[in-house]
T-cell receptor, first 113, second 115 residues
């Protein structure tokens, strides 16, 4: 079993839809949780960063963390064609010196105009 | 532009050749990470530096791979005797580690194709 599992894709939604992207993880030592967006043939771009359980909102994006269930989600409201990209969940622990990120496989989202 | 930069963006080489990639981190960042991403997968950790010291290497980093960060600024990743399985996107990220955070910012990547 991989440390981080991400819902398989691809996902196609109409413009304006609410999108829910999800990841589960097995290592309870993970403390910090991120969502990155990656456009085709580009590097990942940091979207959201959370530490504690609960919700964090930034514009149309909401990141949710449930540490008791080892489950994180990213919600996108009023989705736009420009949101079409691959979304990667990532996490790390601060025990020890290395803060290497462990990523999910990514899910490709397509928002249809 | 003050983000992470990588050079070259694309590299095509023949099997058996050596290649070297460069990463310039965000200037005040003390940490630099290398990851590898293959098609349809998330990035996988290769190695990282705190200033000029290489502190950890993944078992993915075979002895054909070497990374340096002289003077704690830019970093290079060299692959010797390339193999077709080395074809991937090589990503560099940098961060400023504080007691509270270590958020990593990625560069655009170097896409390597080994023929």
């Amino acid at each position: 079993q991989k440390e981080v599992e991400q819902d398989p894709g691809p996902l196609s939604v109409p413009e304006g839809a609410i999108v829910s992207l999800n990841c589960t993880y097995s290592n309870s030592a993970f403390q910090y949780f991120m969502w990155y967006r990656q456009y085709s043939r580009k590097g990942p771009e940091l979207l959201m960063y959370t530490y504690s359980s609960g919700n964090k909102e930034d514009g149309r994006f909401t990141a949710q963390v449930d540490k008791s269930s080892k489950y994180i989600s990213l919600f996108i409201r009023d989705s736009q064609p420009s949101d079409s990209a691959t979304y990667l969940c990532a996490m790390y622990m601060r025990t020890g010196a290395n803060s290497k990120l462990t990523f999910g496989k990514g899910i490709t989202l397509s928002v249809r105009p | 532009d003050t983000g992470v930069s990588q050079d070259p963006r694309h590299k095509i080489t023949k099997r058996g050749q050596n290649v070297t990639f460069r990463c310039d981190p965000i200037s005040e960042h003390n940490r630099l990470y290398w990851y590898r991403q293959t098609l349809g997968q998330g990035p996988e950790f290769l190695t990282y530096f705190q200033n000029e010291a290489q502190l950890e290497k993944s078992r993915l980093l075979s002895d054909r791979f070497s990374a340096e960060r002289p003077k704690g600024s830019f970093s290079t990743l060299e692959i010797q005797r390339t193999e077709q399985g080395d074809s991937a996107m090589y990503l560099c990220a940098s961060s400023l580690r504080t007691p509270f955070t270590d958020t990593q910012y990625f560069g655009p990547g170097t896409r390597l194709t080994v023929l």
